[in-house]
């Protein structure tokens, strides 16, 4: 038997690989690049697992485990993949207890990948080697004092203000379009400024380069640029033999350029994706990219599916299948499940909204009588305004749930505080952090702050500047312990030091900037035991900026004491989760597609896709919703008003057909409107008269 059916057969086994997946892992010779492939995972078919066992099906044909880029769009995901491999291997090649597997250095995100390509070859291309990272917010900020610089905010004409100008920048960056038919298409209401923004554009760009900075766009951009350079390119594609790429149909147009880049022929690349769950168009992922990718090479890529469904009954498929046989265009495919089941998924009329609360509410507390738990289920919606009534609806019953958002652990004012002092630290030339860092002594208000980023900006050598800084009397002191602090910070020091150094200084001001200091002084010595796991202060900075924890003390609120809560997520955060069963509210024209949706159609494409992914997220239960009546607020023909509504288009008579369709009864409607109001056995009062008199 060949190597390959050697390593392939101990792959299937320590996977459990179907046959399309063992197609997939076998794909290639043992020992060579193979040809591209691309391959079409339908919702829950087991991409991760694939991919994970194609990863180790080529390192035991003896692929460099260093040579191998595997691309993701979450830190969390590149290490599940890494996980999978590493577990997988260790058994197939009898490793010790104690002992690593092959690792694999180069998964991350794409943003990673790009920050730590472009650090390697920063002194090749005209930038900065101690480039600092900008989260969104620092982007916003950066941008904001730029428009204040140029004085355009001061005019007669309403601006965009500074998210608007950001969400503009990083739309033309991502898909490649040009300024003008970025605002015509997508910022209608800010055509009229054109001129302007590009002039804010060049001055944020020029403003960016002379602190060291980059946005995360830029990241995707430098890059992409370094890639478009022959030499530089194939000096960064030589340096690996297999690329592989997870979630292709939720890349850019850049993304796309860039793997491109790295392998021409397309030989050694792997996309994993699905077309019928490309929903990310508003952050200018292109579904063309999935759609295009096997002409995109001289040998056309080697296009296999996978279609065997280990998440949903059999109905609930039928019904997901029956909606994406809609679509004009798109990889055909028929998902498909051994689990058996008669229960078809529901399509439920309601009167209003209110109705549809109080019905799922109802259904929440049966499953649960059931032996379904609450977190076993969720409840999804277009946007995240759609759950208000449902919201005081479960609260009424007292029935606990959490809602998928909420302000990122980065985002809490003590942390951005620290990890600026350390970005100063790191690059002198950061205003937006040596501003935000003078701040926080007693004595130094935003006039003195911006003094001393001008003296940086203005000087030659920066850290002399500092010395030579001349604070406001009262600040005195405490400006001497934060230089002192600062100039340790930037001399080398074997890291985690620096953020144990910084975090002693700062928790030293948490008393006075804070009143729950204890609070966050616990998250600061959580987060320096974090980073601890990092290699140094530059790795340990960008990755927390491009892929940060979610909640921070600050926010969290009282503990969760319940014993289980209800999911309620918007369908795009839906994305990637499961639960045994699933509400859909809304299911009508204007919700789902979006009225924003209703004139494109590769818009309504993506919201028929969006309802898919929503669907497919049910494991045994499915309720799509439709109220008769909705409130409105997006349609400028109506106003805020309640309207009567369609069932959604995409609801067509064959999707029906495979759903049971029912109507909550107008007598039902009405009994939970009395119990709401508590008015059932109130006496009889006449206001009128009372109206009346109150003018006598």
């Known amino acids: 038997m060949s190597a390959v059916a050697d390593s392939l057969r101990c792959c299937a086994e320590l996977f459990g690989l179907d046959e399309e997946q063992r197609a997939a892992v076998a794909h290639g010779k043992a020992g060579e690049a193979a ?120 005019r007669r004409a309403r601006f965009p203000l500074k998210a608007t100008c950001l969400a503009i920048h990083s739309r033309c960056v991502n898909s490649g379009e040009a300024l003008g038919e970025v605002l015509r298409a997508q910022f209608p209401w800010c055509a009229a400024h054109e001129a302007e923004l590009r002039l804010l554009f060049q001055s944020y760009t020029a403003e960016k380069l002379r602190q060291h900075l980059l946005d995360f766009d830029d990241l995707l951009l430098w890059w992409a640029q370094l890639m478009a350079e022959p030499l530089l390119a194939a000096s960064v594609g030589s340096r690996f033999d297999h690329v592989l790429v997870d979630e292709y149909q939720d890349t850019n147009r850049l993304q796309a350029r860039i793997v491109r880049a790295l392998k021409p022929d397309g030989r050694g690349v792997t996309a994993v994706g699905d077309d019928a769950q490309s929903i990310y168009s508003f952050r200018a992922a292109e579904v063309r990219n999935i759609l295009d990718f096997p002409a995109q090479y001289p040998q056309p890529a080697r296009v296999l599916g996978l279609t065997r469904n280990y998440r949903s009954t059999q109905p609930i498929l039928d019904a997901a299948n029956a909606l994406m046989a809609q679509a004009a265009e798109g990889y055909a495919k028929r998902l498909w499940t051994d689990r058996a089941c008669r229960l078809l998924p529901e399509l439920v009329h309601v009167a209003d909204e209110a109705a549809q609360a109080a019905h799922v509410a109802d259904e929440v507390l049966r499953q649960r009588e059931r032996g379904m738990r609450l977190r076993q289920q969720a409840v999804l919606f277009r946007a995240s305004q759609h759950s208000a009534a449902l919201e005081l609806e479960l609260s009424r019953r007292g029935i606990p749930f959490v809602k998928f958002g909420g302000l990122r652990f980065i985002d809490t004012a003590h942390v951005k505080d620290l990890l600026s002092l350390l970005r100063w630290g790191g690059n002198p030339r950061h205003r937006l952090a040596a501003f935000r860092v003078a701040q926080l002594l007693p004595g130094i208000g935003p006039a003195q702050a911006r003094r001393l980023i001008d003296a940086l900006q203005a000087a030659g050598d920066p850290v002399r500047a500092l010395r030579e800084f001349r604070p406001p009397a009262a600040a005195r002191e405490d400006w001497d312990a934060l230089l002192a602090l600062w100039l340790r910070l930037h001399a080398p020091a074997p890291w985690p030091a620096p953020i144990e150094l910084a975090c002693a200084w700062y928790e030293a001001q948490l008393p006075r900037l804070h009143d729950d200091a204890p609070a966050r002084a616990a998250d600061l010595r959580q987060l320096a035991h974090i980073a601890g796991s990092y290699g140094n202060a530059e790795r340990f900075l960008t990755e927390l900026t491009l892929d940060p924890p979610e909640l921070g003390s600050d926010l969290a609120g009282p503990a969760h004491r319940d014993e289980d809560y209800l999911i309620l997520s918007t369908m795009h955060s839906s994305k990637g989760q499961e639960w045994k069963a699933v509400y859909l509210l809304n299911a009508v024209d204007g919700c789902i597609p979006s009225d924003l949706a209703c004139d494109d159609t590769r818009q309504l494409d993506e919201e028929r896709r969006l309802l898919y992914v929503a669907m497919t997220r049910a494991r045994e239960h499915l309720e799509v919703l439709v109220p008769q009546r909705f409130f409105v607020t997006q349609q400028a023909r109506y106003g805020d008003a309640h309207v009567y509504a369609l069932p959604s288009r995409f609801l067509d008579a064959s999707v029906r057909a495979r759903m049971h369709e029912k109507t909550v009864p107008a007598a039902q409607t009405a009994a939970v409107g009395n119990a709401l109001s508590g008015a059932t056995d109130a006496p009889e009062v006449d206001i009128a008269s009372r109206a009346a008199a109150r003018w006598d």
Not at 76 to 85: C, D, G, K, P, S
């Open 35 to 154: 040809p591209a492939l691309l391959l079409i995972a339908g919702a829950g078919s087991g991409k991760t697992t694939t991919l994970a066992a194609r990863v180790a099906r080529l390192v035991l044909d003896g692929a460099d485990a260093q040579r191998m880029l595997l691309l993701s769009f979450s830190r969390r995901a590149a290490q599940e993949l890494q996980r999978r491999v590493g577990t997988a291997l260790h058994r197939a090649l009898g490793l010790p207890p104690a002992q690593a597997p092959p690792q694999l250095p180069w998964a991350g995100t794409f943003h990673s990948v790009a920050a730590r390509l472009l650090r390697e070859y920063a002194p090749r291309i005209g930038l900065a080697a101690d480039f600092s990272v900008l989260d969104r917010g620092d982007a916003e900020d950066l941008l904001g004092l730029q428009r204040q610089a140029l004085g355009l905010g001061d």
